[in-house]
């Protein structure tokens, strides 16, 4: 079967920096992207890996470590809005057509 | 404005109905899915097209139909054999991104889902 773990809830200061984590143990690996989901609407894009190491993009970073089964999300200064569940997707195949979602991780980013 | 809309936002169904759920998109992407999502939990897959008139089942499928016959459009019916239907149904579309490394990788567009209690 696929697995995919990530904590369930995380709390932090605004301005703070969060790193929410994610491992993963599946039959296949094409790439991991994670999302972001306020309560009650669709997930939004915030990054893929396909390579080991680190994507930056603004505010946001993340890493993958394909031997390990491992990324990260990276926030840096936070702001109020980035109270949100963010989710961790792998997707399986070749073409990458066939995508495995974490449970998320719910942050709450407190003044 | 392209996107992928799903209609309706709020749907209640009595026990033992079939019922219907619409997913448009004018994105032209040849890949759809659609994804259920229980409170507290990630999205499982239940059926993903890749092109026109070929479907197949995700993981929790049983329960559950769809049709593909247009490119912009794929539909997704709950019947009375799905045992706890009540969810947020997402649906999606894909298209692949190149990666840098000469590889192809799908990046997904959500529509606002559509929330389903049956009563």
């Known amino acids: 079967g696929q697995n995919i773990d990530q904590p369930t809830e995380m709390t932090a200061t605004e301005g703070a920096i969060v790193q929410i984590n994610c491992t993963y143990q599946?039959?296949?690996?094409?790439?991991l992207f994670w999302y972001q989901q306020h309560a009650g609407e669709a997930p939004t894009f915030l990054s893929y890996?396909?390579?080991?190491g680190l994507e930056e993009k603004g505010r946001f970073s993340s890493f993958l470590s394909r031997s390990k089964g491992y990324s990260y999300l990276l926030l840096k200064e936070l702001q109020m809005k980035d109270s949100a569940s963010y989710l961790c997707a792998v997707t399986l195949d070749n073409y990458g057509q066939n995508f495995v979602f974490g449970p998320g991780t719910r942050l709450s980013v407190l003044p | 404005d392209g996107g992928i809309t799903q209609s309706p936002k709020y749907l209640f169904r009595k026990e033992g109905q079939n019922v219907t759920l619409s997913c448009e998109q004018n994105l032209n992407h040849d890949a759809m899915y659609w994804y259920r999502q229980d409170p507290g939990q990630g999205l499982r897959l239940i059926y993903y097209?890749?092109?026109?008139?070929?479907?197949q089942k995700g993981d929790i499928a049983e329960g559950y139909s769809v049709s593909r016959e247009k490119k912009e459009s794929f539909p997704l019916t709950v019947t009375s054999a799905q045992k706890n239907p009540t969810a947020f149904y997402l649906c999606a579309s894909s298209t692949p991104i190149s990666t840098g490394t000469g590889g192809l990788l799908n990046e997904q567009f959500f529509g606002p889902g559509t929330r389903l209690t049956v009563l």
């Open positions: 890996n396909v390579l080991d």
């Open positions: 097209s890749q092109i026109v008139n070929d479907f």
């Open positions: 599946t039959s296949g690996f094409n790439g």
